[in-house]
């Protein structure tokens, strides 16, 4: 139980890799709010946040389901508080609601740009910012984003994507350094290869044998929370990098299909020359 009592908000977590992280933290005895856009069921896509929060009770665990766009301020600021008058504290913060969105300037109108930018930057900023204020009081906290190690300086075909993912790095290795002094640890995580999720059967980003399990970025995101804040922060880590510092050396578990080795895609979205 290596987060026995600590409180989890998880942006994103009614299903794909955020509920997985949702279920892992749960499991190690954290307390876990899981959040999402809606409540109901989606036609076309399995689980909801209440689904979420069953599952996390069958563990023996406790959830809290909050209904939340992470595009509202007053949203996030009234899911912060419920979350602190529900459990007493909030402990983690991860940034994992995002949208994807792989067109160039030209196709791509700025409607769809401000979507795309209010969902994964500006709403880790927006998060952030309402959770803060908790975490500085008790002099302990995690904040964790999921986005990339910043290592392009151009994203052609994808420009909008790229900035709204880096951004969200961007204001965690400049928000470290703000809280470091209050015991507040703030990094970014990122998989190798792409996840099997519902985002990557979508999108079409590969197949089975390209796919690592979400297990992989759930071992890692645990993997950041067990340390101590103040001295774990300001990272962009590939999840590779994490498991490596912890002994782990052979990635095939990870893998959908048995015996396959997946390709980089995920860290050659913003990295050209990884590996």
Known sequence: MKLKDKVAFITGSSRGIGKEIALTLAREGAKVVVTGKTAEPHPE??????????????????????????RFDDQIEGAIEATVDHFGSLDILINNAGAIQLQGVAQMPPKRFDLVMGVNARAAYACSHYALPHMIEQGWGHILMASPPIKIDRAPGKAAYALSKIGMTFIAQSLAEEVRRHNIGVNAFWPVTAIESQATRHFEMGTEETWRTPEILCDAVLAILIREPSECTGNAYYDEEVLEEEGVTDFSKYAVVEGTEPPPYSAMLFDPEYG
């Open 45 to 70: 896509l399995p689980g909801t946040i209440h689904d979420t929060v069953s599952e996390i009770e069958d563990l023996g665990g406790e959830g809290l389901a909050i209904q939340m766009d992470v």
